[in-house]
């Protein structure tokens, strides 16, 4: 399995941008992908998860009406589209795949095998 994160870049306050994550590998749509992200000097934190097969999605608080993640099956890419984007969102995001991802799960990190490339998110004026 595969992941290729992409669509990171330089935004002002306010602003949005549109995340990709192209998933190669699973032989079907039973598994989960998620973004997670790191801001320097803090701990890795769960940005958003969707399960692939029947499109249930999270969100943790901080991005709730703010972020949407979305699944185009037919091209096996996960989509997070952030809006009202601000400094707070700066950091690193990276998507992770794995099967057998329990819904009260998602957040945690430990349980996903497959990782992508980290893409630079930074809300700046």
Known sequence: VQL????????QP???????????GFTDADYTVAWFRQAPEKEREAVSGIRVRDGVTYYTDS????????TD????????????LGPEDTAVYYCAADRGIWSTSWHLGIFYNYWGQGTQVTVSS
């Open 4 to 11: 290729q994160a992409s669509g990171g870049g330089l935004v």
């Open 14 to 24: 306010g602003g949005s941008l549109r995340l990709s994550c192209s998933a190669s």
């Open 73 to 84: 099956n037919a091209k096996n890419t996960v989509y997070l589209q952030m809006n009202s």
């Open 63 to 70: 991005v709730k009406g703010r972020f949407t993640i979305s």
